[in-house]
């Protein structure tokens, strides 16, 4: 069973880890970036990086970008569903990476795919210095899997907005020790959105304040 760990075109996955392993290990800033290399099949180099997907306008062309979602991963560190709002997609920030990243088809890695999915990201930074990751699978792949963190951080990520941060530990404390749930019922109520109750709550408060 495979856990994704991003919800973009299947070929971005493994470019996407490669850039976050390299961003995180050697703690590089987009600033320091020169250019980031993606050597991959050359559907990913014509399809997923021709000129439209260089100046994405709507999520549908963000998600599908492979110079957006790696531009994302220089500035956020992460690609999760809040780097596809319009108002990620236009941030400054990641727009001003777009046009360092290069994807390149390279007739070795179509060799061994789909077998391997692999690819080569080349990370050059502005003082001359040059990191290189080779993935074969992208991470949430059995081959390839999360770790607790990485999976608390996702968990995290798709429930920002949600859940506070009490009922996220809540969930996270009950579903690492499910053997102690009494019922799947039990462990839905704990999912039940707080943080937009909250919202509307203190809506509410206002509105009756300003009547008096």
Do not use: C
Request: no cysteine.
């Amino acid at each position: 069973m495979r856990n994704e760990g991003v919800s973009t075109e299947a070929l971005t996955h493994t470019p996407i880890s490669a850039t976050l392993d390299l961003v995180k290990q050697n703690d590089l800033s987009p600033d320091q970036v020169q250019q980031v290399q993606i050597r991959s099949l050359a559907r990913a180099a014509d399809i997923l990086s021709d000129p439209s997907k260089y100046d994405p306008r709507s999520k549908e062309t963000a998600d599908h970008s492979l110079p957006y979602v790696i531009a994302a991963a220089l500035v956020d560190r992460q690609v999760t569903p809040a780097q596809f709002t319009m108002e990620k997609i236009m941030d400054p920030a990641i727009r001003a990476q777009l046009k360092k990243i290069e994807v390149v088809a390279d007739p070795e890695i179509e060799k061994v795919f789909p077998a391997l999915q692999r690819v080569i990201v080349n990370i050059t930074t502005k003082d001359g210095r040059t990191f290189t990751r080779q993935l074969d699978y992208p991470k949430g792949d059995p081959r390839n899997p999360l770790t607790d963190t990485e999976i608390e951080e996702k968990f995290a990520a798709l429930a920002e907005g949600v859940l506070s941060k009490s009922a996220q530990k809540k969930v996270k404390d009950a579903v690492w020790n499910l053997e102690k749930v009494g019922s799947v019922s039990k462990l839905m109520g704990m999912m039940k959105a707080d943080v937009r109750k909250k919202a509307a709550s203190g809506t509410r408060e206002s509105n009756r304040k300003g009547k008096r």
